[in-house]
Structures are given as C-alpha cells and as structure tokens.
C-alpha cells in the first residue's frame, strides 16, 4: 500500500480515487502496527488499560510504545484491549451514527470485565477519549457500563496528574504547544500545562484554535484550502517561526500531519517527551527538534 500510494507511477491515481487533494501526501503505514508487538508490561501499581487507537496503531506505533513506556515507569501494569477495537470517530463526520453506536456496543461488551473492575482506560488520541466522554453518553445514554467506562477514560496527563508520587524527571527544554480541538472544547489542557510544568519544560500554550486537517477533511480535495488557511491563521507561523532547538508538541494525529505536511517540522506527542523525562534523564536532544 506505501509503494502503490508513494511510488511517482501510482502516486496522483492512489490520491485522485480516494479524493484526497494532490498536494498533501497520504501518511505511510507502519511496518508494524503496535499492537502485533506489544506485550503485557508488568507494574507494581494498579492495571491500567491502554488504548489502541486506529491512527497511531497502524502510523505512529511509535507513540504508543512511549505512552506504554511512561505508565509502566509510573508504575502501571499495561495491558490493551484483546481484541481490534475502533472508537468510531470517522463515522461522525458522514453521520453513520448506527453503525457508530455499533461499534461502541462492541467496546462496552468486549471491556465489560475491565470496566467492572475500575481500571481505567487510557487514550493517547484526543478524539478517542472525547468519543468515550462524550458521544457514547449519547448514543448508549441508558447502558451503565457505558457511563462507567465515560468515568474511567483519561487522556495521559489526565492519569498521571491523579498518580501518587509519580516523578517525570526534569526535562529543561523549550516547547510549541498545541492543544487539540477536542481536548480544548471537552477536557482542557490544565493536566497537560502540569504535566509540562513537573517536567520543567519551558513551553507555550499557543492559542490557535483548530489546526485545520480535523480528520479526513483537510485531505479532502474540496476542503484543501480551507484546511490551510485554518492552519496558517497561528499554528503554522508559529511553528515556523520556532527556534531550531525547540519541540513541537502536539498530541492529536490530524494535528502532527497538519504540521509535518506544511512546515518541514516534526511534532511529537506528549507521551514521547515525557518518556525522554522518565526514560533518559540525561538525554540532550528531542524527536522532532530542528526538524
């Protein structure tokens, strides 16, 4: 699929059918998705449930393996969800609610047993925990389980700001933050300011409002420029404007391509800078600086 959708013979056809807009480049399929490799990481601390999420299990595995680092240092025990689950956060866009609602049936009878249990449930992609705080209380509003799991989903920084003597480590380094648009609008970004805070990272809040991809949309041929112009009205000046030597930050998948794809710079997700914190206390470059 890389090759068919990379390759200059076949690269405008892949685009032009799935009607993805010529100048943005289809992101690249992980050789190996995180979940394939992943195995249950022992804690001396309560289990925790990580989710999978669809974008970074199959294109970032990367930043999984990272959030999976940072719990296991927290003292989690790590597990994932057994079998291949989605959030379904695609399907809003076009309105295929049933089949959504079907697919968070299929997660809340899957997870019953962790659910049950109290273990909470971990997202990395900020769309995901928003469908679990947010649209499953809407499309199950009469399924406890459902509410219980609304209860115990957590963005990262969520959980570790709730960890008792939990020690990122000190991480002296300049970042760009950006908040994505459904952590900003449902959870706010006051445990991830904490979390940035502990590590002693020097950083900016950037207030930029929706970095334009959102999705599928910014791909799309007929909302290209829209998706630009979002983007160019802070995120991407700033980030452009950033000193060589500082991170870019930015936790949502739609939010990194935005950046990759228009900037030249690599943004990373917050699980990856804290694990150089608790990981390599001594570490003297990022992911993603002067990139």
């Known amino acids: 699929?890389?090759?068919?959708?990379?390759?200059?013979?076949?690269?405008?056809?892949?685009?032009?059918?799935?009607g993805v807009a010529p100048e943005r480049e289809?992101?690249?399929?992980?050789?190996?998705?995180f979940r394939a490799g992943f195995t249950p990481r022992p804690g001396t601390g309560p289990p925790v449930l990580l989710w999978p999420d669809t974008f970074n299990d199959n294109f970032h595995p990367g930043t999984l393996r990272a959030g999976a680092d940072v719990l296991t240092a927290a003292g989690y025990a790590v597990q994932i969800p057994r079998m291949r689950l989605c959030c379904g956060r695609p399907l809003y866009d076009y309105g295929m609610l049933d089949l959504a609602r079907r697919q968070l049936r299929q997660i809340v009878s899957a997870l019953r047993p962790q659910i049950r249990a109290g273990i909470p449930l971990v997202g990395l992609e900020p769309s995901c925990i928003a469908v679990f705080r947010d649209e499953l209380l809407e499309l199950l509003p009469h399924d406890e389980d459902a509410k219980r799991l609304s209860k115990q989903s957590f963005l990262l920084s969520e959980l570790l700001e709730r960890t008792d003597g939990w020690d990122p480590g000190r991480l002296p380094k300049k970042a760009l933050v950006h908040g994505h648009c459904h952590q900003k609008a449902l959870m706010g970004m006051g445990a991830e300011e904490k979390v940035l805070q502990q590590?002693?990272?020097d950083y900016e809040l950037l207030d930029a409002g929706c970095c334009g991809m959102a999705g599928a949309f910014g791909f799309e041929r007929e909302h290209y420029e829209i998706s630009i112009a979002c983007g160019e009205r802070a995120l991407l000046p700033a980030v452009r404007a950033a000193e060589r030597d500082t991170v870019v930050v930015a936790n949502g998948f739609s939010c990194r391509e935005q950046i990759s794809?228009?900037?030249?710079?690599?943004?990373?997700?917050?699980?990856?800078?804290?694990?150089?914190?608790?990981?390599?206390?001594?570490?003297t470059s990022l992911p993603g600086a002067g990139r």
């Open 1 to 18: 699929m890389n090759g068919f959708a990379h390759a200059p013979g076949t690269r405008a056809l892949a685009k032009a059918a799935a």
């Open 26 to 33: 289809l992101p690249r399929f992980a050789a190996q998705t």
């Open 199 to 201: 590590l002693g990272v």
């Open 261 to 283: 794809q228009t900037t030249g710079r690599t943004a990373i997700h917050l699980a990856e800078l804290i694990r150089l914190g608790v990981g390599d206390r001594a570490a």
